[in-house]
């Protein structure tokens, strides 16, 4: 196309150079003639046509062809109201892990207030990522955890939480650890996303 019309200025001149030639327009590209329409609104304000492309080419306005990247990918809405049985969030393997975790970490530890903030961050960071692990990378659950380490001293401690969640579908896990120096409450919320 090209190489037989030469280079063109604005969208007007194109457009004669089309309209003068030899080649049915039937045999244009609907995308094409959009993307013309498209480009006329801003040829007609004296804007110079940049780009056009023809049937999975892409031409320049020096009549080079550049390379097509190839279709863009567009996901749409599922529209899946509930969890598949195999992606339902695993309650027992999350406590499983929750204990694992602390016992790791935790295991004949002294509570030090100024080491607790960084092993708070490593132990919710290690559960966050087994339990999404666990999960697999097509789930649609928003995995949150929360870690409290405190110093035990013999004094009693209760640790609550409210969450706004549709019950049929959203899970929590929780595992309890205490030694003679420290206590430490975990819980891992699965809350599923539509």
């Known amino acids: 196309i090209n190489a037989e019309y030469g280079e063109f200025q604005t969208f007007q001149h194109y457009l004669i150079q ?16 959009t993307k013309i329409i498209v480009a006329g609104a801003a ?9 056009f492309s023809s049937q999975g080419s892409t031409y320049n ?7 097509n990247k190839g279709p863009q990918i567009g996901y749409e809405n599922t529209f899946q109201l509930a969890p598949k049985d195999s992606q339902k969030f695993p ?26 903030k960084n092993l708070i961050a490593q132990i919710t960071e290690t559960v966050k990522t087994q339990v999404k692990a666990e999960l697999g990378s097509n789930n649609r659950y928003k995995i949150v955890v929360l870690v409290i380490i405190g ?26 650890y205490h030694n003679e120096s420290l206590f430490a409450v975990g819980i891992v919320y699965g809350v599923y996303y539509e």
């Not at 027992?92 to 295991?107: G, P, R, S, V, Y």
């Open 151 to 176: 110093s035990n001293q013999g004094q009693g401690a209760r640790v609550a939480s409210r969450c706004l969640w549709y019950p049929k579908y959203d899970r929590f896990a929780q595992y309890e």
């Open 61 to 67: 306005s020096s009549g080079a062809q550049e390379e």
């Open 91 to 116: 309650t027992k393997k999350a406590e499983d892990i929750l204990k694992n975790t602390f016992l790791t970490h935790l295991l004949d530890s002294k509570y030090n207030s100024d080491n607790c």
């Open 18 to 33: 089309i309209n003068l030639s030899t080649m049915p327009m039937k045999l244009w590209h609907k995308k094409v003639l």
């Open 43 to 51: 040829a007609s304000h004296g804007h110079r046509l940049s780009s």
